[in-house]
């Protein structure tokens, strides 16, 4: 089993703090599977996203001035829509 792109950590990282030897790959696919899920876990508790990746978001009400996202920080927008209408990014 290979490390989720998004995890954040890697197997090093966690057998370095365990002390577990780089030779001993017997429990690598159970630590990558708690890597994985505490990863994921901690991103739905927390409602963020710890490692950059591209988002694609839907949201339905804006107050004109302020739109809420659900992931962020939002390093940046590539498209914004209204209405079904793309919006000029000079406007965003």
């Known amino acids: 089993m290979a490390i989720s792109t998004?995890?954040?950590t890697t197997l090093a990282?966690?057998?370095t703090f365990l002390k577990i030897s780089d030779l001993d790959t017997s429990r690598?696919?159970?630590l990558e599977a708690l890597i994985?899920?505490?990863s994921e876990a901690a991103e739905n508790y927390t409602g963020r996203l710890f490692v950059k990746r591209t988002v694609v978001e839907e949201t339905h009400y804006c107050d004109g001035s302020t739109?809420?996202?659900n992931?962020?920080?939002a390093l940046s927008v590539s498209?914004?829509?209204q209405g079904?209408?793309?919006v000029n990014p000079a406007e965003y």
Do not use: C, M, N, R
Request: zero cysteines.
């Open 6 to 8: 998004y995890s954040i």
């Open 13 to 15: 990282a966690v057998k």
């Open 28 to 30: 690598d696919g159970l």
């Open 36 to 38: 994985d899920s505490v």
């Open 67 to 69: 739109l809420q996202l």
């Open 71 to 73: 992931h962020y920080p």
């Open 79 to 81: 498209e914004l829509e």
């Open 84 to 86: 079904g209408e793309t």
